[in-house]
């Protein structure tokens, strides 16, 4: 998945994410804007994680949900 599809659609995108990462509130969110480096460092700060972990996170969802991308945007 190519990252600045979702940052281009971003508002779509963040329910998904929300589900993924239960801790984050809608100010953060909002706060990411769907920036990758942000989303990184929310999930961070939020879970207690390393940054490499939190990357690690985003890369494994954005891989386990591939087929849920091409299909819905």
């Not at 993924?20 to 939020?46: A, H, P, S």
């Not at 939190?54 to 969802?61: E, H």
Request: aromatic share 14%.
């Amino acid at each position: 998945m190519n990252w600045d599809r979702i940052e281009g659609n971003w508002k779509q995108f963040k329910g998904h994410a929300k589900t993924q990462w239960g801790k984050l509130t809608d100010d953060d969110f909002d706060v990411v804007e769907g920036r990758r480096d942000q989303l990184v460092g929310r999930i961070q700060e939020r879970y207690g994680i390393a940054k490499d972990e939190a990357d690690r996170q985003v890369n494994d969802w954005l891989a386990k949900d591939d087929d849920y991308w091409s299909r819905s945007y």
